[in-house]
């Protein structure tokens, strides 16, 4: 006979010791979860810290003098100020400045602290005011990277350190006690194209190129991998032919992205003529990456939507087009933008390919339409990584942000688009 005690002990023995290993499993969880938010957390802390020194810039006033002699020009013509000698007039004001520069090296060293686009700026004054000619005035100029980073790092101010020799440390230490040099927030990082002087290099070009890339890749991956979805899931009938196609996109989702760089450099460029470095192509190149994945999520979002739904419609007389794109593709909505999103958030980060292609290309203007030459926020990230100055490692840091904050951007629009489909 058993006894019914015992039996009722091994019970609940058995019972606590799965409570045990359930609450065990709920703290590894939470323990799991709360480790991977500490890394992300770490993450971008550091890239934040890194990334702080490139959104502000160090100016400083320097008294100009535009002496017509130093200019080389007679009158006041548009030809003759668009050609006069600004350098000439830029390194003998600052000569002026500092009397006691006399040698040829300490000259060279002290014109070198001002950016190199110094001259740029002395132009467009001039050209907007000729009144200024035998006239002196102060204009504000950034300083070169090499005096920028050492503002902004150094401890003690007139001591030679990074790239700056003795010299160099006191004539700025002069100008900052004389009330000269100034911060302020380096607004150029957002407005200007990419530069080989560090000062002057910007994210504009790269992030309109980002975002000409990402609109042509969202126009055809969007509706040719919801069309092919839908497809293959309503309408195609199932034989060898179907599972072949279906086997083969599932092998495209796991092929090595510089795969389809090498089909857009050898069939996109070369055969069909397409322009190269071009957000165009980059698009098409990234569609091409990212179908497989939207296919894929939006033939499970159509599979999932229940087959009530289908025979309700049906019975009320709707055709099988209707009954897919009036009731199928609407209630699988949330789960193609899902999918969408993810594949749109894989082609964001995606450099490879790109690179196949040409837009690693080192291009300063900033592009206007989906065909002129440009470059994308990743390859922009990864050329001033491999740069040896130090200014562009913060902009390389801030670059990263920005970055993240588009694809947080397009990730929380492509969510209130999906949550009004869930309504």
């Known amino acids: 006979m058993i006894d019914s005690n015992k039996v009722t002990q091994v019970v609940a023995a058995s019972l606590t010791k799965r409570h045990k290993k359930e609450t065990r499993f709920k703290w590894l969880g939470r323990l799991a979860v709360f480790f991977g938010f ?163 290099a910007g994210i504009k070009g790269a992030l309109i190129g980002t975002i000409f890339t990402m609109l042509v890749t969202l126009a055809f991956s969007f509706p040719l991998g919801v069309a092919a979805a839908l497809y293959l899931e309503e309408f195609a009938p199932k034989n060898r032919w179907t599972d072949i196609i279906e086997i083969n996109i599932n092998n495209l989702a796991a092929v090595p992205s510089i795969i389809f760089g090498l089909l857009g450099l050898s069939v996109i460029i070369n055969m069909f003529g397409m322009p190269r470095s071009a957000p165009l192509v980059g698009g098409i190149v990234l569609t091409l990456m990212t179908l497989p994945t939207i296919i894929i999520a939006s033939r499970a979002s159509i599979k999932a939507v229940p087959p009530s739904i289908r025979e309700a419609a049906m019975g009320i007389g709707a055709s099988k087009v209707q009954t897919a794109f009036g009731h199928v593709l609407p209630m699988a909505m949330p789960g193609i933008l899902t999918g969408t999103i993810i594949g749109m958030a894989q082609a964001l980060g995606e450099t490879a390919p790109l690179l196949m292609i040409g837009m690693v290309a080192f291009i300063v203007d900033i592009p206007t339409s989906i065909t002129d030459s440009a470059t994308v926020m990743p390859v922009q990230i990864f050329l001033w990584a491999d740069s040896p100055e130090r200014t562009f490692l913060a902009k390389t840091s801030a670059a990263i942000l920005v970055l993240l904050s588009f694809l947080f951007t397009m990730n929380t629009l492509a969510a209130l688009l999906r949550n009004k489909f869930e309504k």
């Open 38 to 200: 500490m890394l992300v957390f770490v993450l971008i802390a550091d890239i934040t810290s890194k990334a702080l020194p490139a959104f502000h810039q160090h100016w400083v006033a320097l008294d100009i003098n535009y002496d017509s002699n130093w200019l080389s020009i007679e009158d006041t013509s548009e030809s003759n100020l668009k050609s006069a000698n600004y350098r000439k007039v830029l390194k003998n004001s600052l000569y002026q400045m500092f009397p006691s520069v006399t040698g040829r090296s300490d000259k060279r060293k002290l014109s070198q602290m001002v950016s190199s686009n110094a001259e740029f700026t002395l132009k467009d004054n001039l050209r907007a005011t000729p009144s200024l000619i035998d006239r002196q005035t102060r204009v504000w100029f950034r300083f070169d990277d090499d005096v920028d980073i050492y503002l902004k790092d150094v401890k003690q101010l007139g001591e030679a350190e990074f790239r700056l020799n003795a010299k160099q440390a006191i004539w700025l230490k002069q100008m900052v006690e004389d009330g000269r040099v100034e911060k302020r927030f380096n607004i150029d990082f957002f407005t200007n194209g990419d530069s080989r002087e560090a000062e002057l």
